[in-house]
């Protein structure tokens, strides 16, 4: 029901544009979030953005150059990163809340799509 896309491979201080989109159901009463995981490591919480798009939250290692948008007309959520470091280098998954706001735990998120690898080379 959510396809993460956008993922690719770019040099560091680069930027990257992912997209989630939604099909089947549609998401715009739900606050909708980004996670990522790195190899080796545990998922971690990077961004999430409210039903109406009018809240957002960052994680404190991306803030400043990460930006999560929403187009509810288009069903889609935006990640746009920027800046980017080798430290970013993850697979990304968006995810979607039960409710209209949610923070950064990721039991929070009820509906998880396949994610996109993001790769940054220093």
């Known amino acids: 029901q959510l396809q993460a896309s956008g993922g690719g491979l770019v040099q560091a201080g680069g930027f990257l544009k992912l997209s989630c989109a939604a099909s089947?159901?549609?998401?715009?009463?739900?606050?909708v979030g980004w996670f990522r995981q790195a190899p080796g490591k545990e998922r971690e919480f990077v961004a999430t953005?409210?039903?109406?798009?009018?809240?957002?939250y960052y994680a404190d290692s991306v803030k400043g150059r990460f930006t999560i948008s929403r187009d509810n007309a288009k069903n889609t959520v935006y990640l746009q990163m920027s800046t980017l470091k080798p430290e970013d280098t993850a697979v990304y998954y968006c995810?979607?809340?039960?409710?209209?706001?949610?923070?950064?735990?990721?039991?929070?998120?009820?509906?998880w799509g396949q994610g996109t690898q993001v790769t940054v080379s220093s």
């Open positions: 995810a979607a809340a039960l409710g209209a706001y949610s923070g950064s735990y990721y039991r929070q998120y009820a509906y």
């Open positions: 089947g159901r549609t998401f715009s009463n739900n606050a």
């Open positions: 953005i409210s039903w109406n798009g009018g809240s957002t």
